[in-house]
């Protein structure tokens, strides 16, 4: 009787699977009629994302990896087409849970798409299926302090999050200070008592000067 026998070789960095024809009895033996060598793909625990103030951030993490050199970060543009915005380098061989994170510093005002473009030392590329998430420019976190205020202003945000235009404006349409970061610190002790208005990118935000 003759029985089909796979066996798989483990080794410190390519699973090997071999497989043959079992003759059995006393003197039977063992003939191989197929030997692969197959690299496992990297197995994919999760892939997911959330807005945050300014910015999405990623998350991901794989359970095994074999020969994996790493993960290019792609992203949806307004013409449809993924283009690579980032990589993180693979751990090559593991064989415990590892987890990744990517910060998208740029996303648009709407619905993002993004996916994992698993890259292996031989070239070859695997892709996650692909998420979306949705972002809003209006979400963004800004403490403005002391607001009333007589002499100067605080602008608490995050060090990521500066790169924007800022301009502060009377009532009537004035513009008074204007800058294309976010400063840390504005002198405004020469300002006149009353109510201004500060504009980040979309957001309004209203101070007083006591």
């Keep these: 009787m003759k029985n089909i026998l796979t066996i798989i070789l483990l080794f410190a960095t390519t699973i090997i699977y071999a497989q043959g024809k079992f003759f059995g009895g006393d003197g039977g033996g063992f003939a191989f009629s197929e030997l692969l060598n197959q690299a496992l793909p990297v197995e994919l625990v999760y892939f997911n994302g959330e807005a945050a103030s300014g910015h999405i951030l990623l998350h991901w993490a794989t359970a095994t990896e074999i020969n994996n050199e790493g993960f290019i970060i792609e992203k949806m543009n307004k013409n449809g087409r993924f283009i690579s915005i980032g ?12 987890k990744y994170n990517f910060t998208d510093k740029n996303p648009a005002d709407g619905i ?22 949705e972002f809003s420019k209006n979400n963004l976190t800004i403490n403005i302090s ?9 602008i608490n945000i995050g060090e990521e999050e500066r790169n924007q235009f800022f301009q502060i404006y009377t009532l009537s349409g004035k513009i008074i200070f204007r800058s294309k970061t976010i400063p840390e610190h504005i002198e405004l002790s020469d300002l006149n008592p009353g109510t201004y208005l500060v504009l980040i990118n979309d957001k309004t935000i209203k101070i007083t000067k006591n």
């Design 87 to 98: 990589f993180i380098k693979g751990q090559g061989n593991s064989f415990t849970e590892t």
């Design 146 to 154: 002391p607001n009333p205020f007589s002499d100067y202003l605080n």
């Design 112 to 133: 993002n798409y993004y996916r994992l473009a698993q890259k292996d030392f031989a070239g070859k590329t695997n892709y996650s299926e692909t998420i979306a998430i």
